[in-house]
């Protein structure tokens, strides 16, 4: 089913919200002439991963509201949303969001504690 997701409308919501978020970032690196600041890059990546959180959402909800089937083709989706978010925040704090002197431990141990705490 995966040639069709992108018909699906949690999945139309994700590409149409990214598109906006993508062309206000375009804009901004125009006016800003390539120029783009750390701080912008953190809040446009911070509006991508919210993107993908609503969207993840959406299908655990789907998820709890259909028929067996498509319970599971939701949760799997779902849960590829989440590992992506997941990829994306690390990224986000090993390259995008970095400290003075390159310290990272303690945005680490918060990404840590948010996504593992078992």
């Known amino acids: 089913r995966w040639e069709t997701s992108l018909y ?4 139309r919501k994700l590409v149409n919200e990214s598109v906006s978020t993508f ?20 809040k446009i990546s911070r509006q991508y ?12 909800s789907l ?14 989706q779902s849960e590829i949303l989440y590992k992506l978010e997941l ?11 970095t400290r003075p002197g390159g310290f990272v431990m ?6 840590i504690s948010l996504h593992f705490r078992d």
Request: with cysteine; aromatic share 6%.
């Open 8 to 11: 699906e409308p949690t999945f």
């Open 49 to 60: 991963r919210s993107i993908m959180r609503d969207c993840e959402d959406q299908l655990e």
């Open 87 to 97: 990829i994306w925040n690390l990224v986000e704090i090993l390259i995008v969001n």
């Open 106 to 111: 303690n945005q680490l141990l918060h990404w």
């Open 23 to 42: 062309l206000s970032l375009q804009t901004l690196s125009e006016s800003e002439q390539g120029k783009i600041s750390p701080e912008q890059l953190v």
């Open 63 to 76: 998820a709890e509201t259909s028929s067996a089937a498509e319970s599971a083709h939701y949760t799997a």
